[in-house]
């Protein structure tokens, strides 16, 4: 019998591009927030959202793959449903906690524009339906989609992975025809209450997340990711930078309305169809994706250093960190818009919730680090 394979070994610049992705996510849910202007959205069509469902797939890939190399079909499906149902969990915990915070920011500052700013109203009117509504992933208030778009991609990820695992085309070609059709004929499910799409449509990001999934196996496989020569890389160069451009130039114009906005008149319904995952924030992300693997090896001194660590921490335990930056996101928002929005205080804001994130990141890691001990024995220790 062939011995089993072993698990790959963790790539950090997972852990680190997600980790990062986590702060930007953090700095843009803020609104109004100055930080946000530096952010990736404001060089690029797509967003750390982008990047955090591509990790995603790419690190599904590789865990749930050796689970399926290792135990078969049905231990690797429990893993994964293990997964959706901690996912699940932190959700309807998450949606607790950001209503109750919602609600009371509402009631203290007597400000009912909060329950409409952060789509709890119906909530607040009806909570025997939103509830329900909100197991049934159905009611998603301002910040809470991703959760529930990382659930239904995991969801329909066994029957994927095996396809992967037999031939990659068999899972990208259906997904690819599937995004086209929804690009085409606007597929989408809905949510409560206004039967409003998903913010993020599950029918259409599922192309991005199997497209990681993809290169997370043939990493995981010891295959290149990226073919090669240098042309891609350059190829990748030329479209990340002439996005970048657009971009500032539609930046200073959102800041000094007569610097004329380039192609805006062209790219602009393409560069904000964020719901659908338009082709030009996709084909922009994979430029920048490109740009990241090519330029940061993974073997790089720099993923173990002190710089990179809190980063790397962050993306090691992002689903604990993720559920915390939306609370502080909130908290953040609530401060600004009732004590001042001046820019030391938005920056303390921005510091002290960054800062937040990487100490539970600390403490998680130490209450790992403490259970990964073995016990020490009554008698051994006298």
């Known amino acids: 019998m062939a011995a089993p394979r072993s698990r790959p070994a963790r790539d950090l610049r997972l852990d680190f591009f997600r980790g990062l992705a986590l702060f930007l996510i953090f700095i843009d849910h803020i609104p109004e927030n100055v930080l946000s202007y530096f952010t990736l959205r404001s060089i690029a069509f797509c967003d750390a959202a982008e990047a955090f469902i591509f990790i995603s797939g790419f690190a599904a890939a590789m865990v749930y793959g050796s689970h399926l190399n290792q135990r078969g079909f049905v231990l690797a499906t429990a893993q994964v449903y293990r997964r959706v149902w901690q996912l699940y969990?932190?959700?309807?915990?998450?949606?607790?906690?950001?209503?109750?915070?919602?609600?009371?920011?509402?009631?203290?500052?007597?400000?009912?524009?909060?329950?409409?700013?952060?789509?709890?109203?119906?909530?607040?009117?009806?909570?025997?339906?939103?509830?329900?509504?909100?197991?049934?992933?159905?009611?998603?208030?301002?910040?809470?989609?991703?959760?529930?778009?990382?659930?239904?991609?995991?969801?329909?990820?066994?029957?994927?992975?095996?396809?992967?695992?037999?031939?990659?085309?068999?899972?990208?070609?259906?997904?690819?025809?599937?995004?086209?059709?929804?690009?085409?004929?606007?597929?989408?499910?809905?949510?409560?209450?206004?039967?409003?799409?998903w913010f993020f449509n599950p029918l259409a990001w599922q192309f991005l997340f199997i497209t990681g999934a993809i290169c997370g196996r043939r990493q995981a496989s010891g295959e290149p990711v990226l073919p090669p020569g240098r042309w891609l890389l350059f190829m990748a160069a030329a479209i990340a930078g002439f996005c970048a451009i657009i971009n500032l130039t539609w930046l200073v114009h959102w800041i000094w309305d007569p610097f004329p906005p380039l192609l805006a008149r062209y790219l602009w319904h393409l560069a904000i169809d964020k719901t659908n995952l338009s082709p030009l924030r996709?084909?922009?992300?994979?430029?920048?994706?490109?740009?990241?693997?090519?330029?940061?090896?993974?073997?790089?001194?720099?993923?173990?250093?002190?710089?990179?660590?809190?980063?790397?921490?962050?993306?090691?335990?992002?689903?604990?960190?993720?559920?915390?930056?939306?609370?502080?996101?909130?908290?953040?928002?609530?401060?600004?818009?009732?004590?001042?929005?001046?820019?030391?205080?938005?920056?303390?804001?921005?510091?002290?919730?960054?800062?937040?994130?990487?100490?539970?990141?600390?403490?998680?890691?130490?209450?790992?680090?403490?259970?990964?001990?073995?016990?020490?024995?009554?008698?051994?220790?006298?």
């Open 89 to 197: 969990v932190a959700h309807v915990f998450l949606f607790v906690i950001f209503t109750a915070e919602v609600s009371y920011a509402l009631n203290a500052a007597d400000n009912p524009l909060y329950a409409e700013e952060m789509g709890v109203g119906d909530f607040l009117s009806e909570p025997h339906v939103a509830i329900v509504q909100a197991l049934l992933l159905r009611f998603q208030p301002t910040f809470l989609d991703i959760l529930p778009l990382y659930i239904a991609m995991l969801a329909v990820f066994p029957p994927v992975l095996v396809l992967i695992a037999w031939r990659p085309l068999a899972a990208l070609i259906p997904s690819a025809a599937l995004y086209l059709a929804v690009q085409r004929f606007g597929w989408t499910p809905h949510v409560y209450p206004d039967n409003h799409p």
């Open 282 to 382: 996709l084909i922009d992300f994979g430029a920048l994706a490109v740009l990241g693997v090519s330029l940061l090896d993974r073997e790089s001194k720099f993923l173990s250093g002190p710089i990179a660590r809190p980063i790397v921490l962050c993306g090691q335990n992002s689903l604990y960190i993720f559920c915390l930056g939306i609370l502080l996101a909130v908290m953040g928002h609530v401060v600004l818009s009732e004590v001042t929005s001046a820019l030391p205080v938005q920056l303390l804001v921005n510091i002290v919730g960054i800062a937040v994130m990487i100490a539970v990141a600390f403490l998680i890691a130490w209450y790992k680090e403490l259970e990964r001990r073995p016990a020490i024995s009554t008698g051994a220790a006298q």
